[in-house]
T-cell receptor, first 111, second 112 residues
């Protein structure tokens, strides 16, 4: 049974800081891993999708890496801004295309 | 290009009632999944529909049922509502294959 864990559960940083969010999963037989952003009470916005054959994906100030063998992914945010404040969710798609989410990391960037 | 559309956005129901939530997938997407997200938690997988059939199901009771129509839109039905069913219900769609999901804005269900 796939389990996804995100650490830390919450993070508060000053504006301009570079930061790393962590995601770990128990079953390495995955198809892809997706990072999402969720603002309070809203739906999910896809940030990056990494296929199982890829090692990383980049979009603007965001970079996500994937290490299937160790069951880990990281989301790197460069030069954080107050607008980056949100909950970041990691989702892993594996057997049967069931997509399992972590509980998320709540990020607060202070101006 | 419209993304995933869910209706209604908010809903208040009484314990024991039944509710139907609706989802229109993004154009070109044929697979629809439903998730339940309680406050402060990650989304929990309810079920997935493809070709009008339930293909995968999470750990939810039979009170939760769904349907997919020929135009790929989908409904989530919940019978005999409990207070614990209060949550944000999210619909997600994707094309066939190893693609990521696009999510709707969700329906906020409150059971009183």
């Amino acid at each position: 049974k796939q389990e996804v864990t995100q650490i830390p559960a919450a993070l508060s940083v000053p504006e301009g800081e570079n930061l790393v969010l962590n995601c770990s999963f128990t079953d390495s037989a995955i198809y892809n891993l997706q990072w999402f952003r969720q603002d309070p009470g809203k739906g999910l916005t896809s940030l990056l999708l990494i296929q199982s054959s890829q090692r990383e994906q980049t979009s603007g100030r965001l970079n996500a890496s994937l290490d299937k063998s160790s069951g880990r992914s990281t989301l790197y945010i460069a030069a954080s801004q107050p607008g980056d404040s949100a909950t970041y969710l990691c989702a892993v798609s594996s057997g049967g295309f069931k997509t399992i989410f972590g509980a998320g990391t709540r990020l607060f960037v202070k101006a | 290009d419209a993304g995933v559309t869910q209706s209604p956005t908010h809903l208040i129901k009484t314990r024991g009632q039944q509710v139907t939530l609706r989802c229109s997938p993004k154009s070109g997407h044929d697979t629809v999944s439903w998730y339940q997200q309680a406050l402060g938690q990650g989304p929990q997988f309810i079920f997935q529909y493809y070709e009008e059939e339930e293909r995968q199901r999470g750990n939810f009771p039979d009170r939760f049922s769904g349907h997919q129509f020929p135009n790929y839109s989908s409904e989530l039905n919940v019978n005999a509502l409990l207070l614990g069913d209060s949550a944000l219900y999210l619909c997600a769609s994707r094309p066939t294959g190893f693609y990521g999901y696009t999510f709707g804005s969700g329906t906020r269900l409150t059971v009183v």
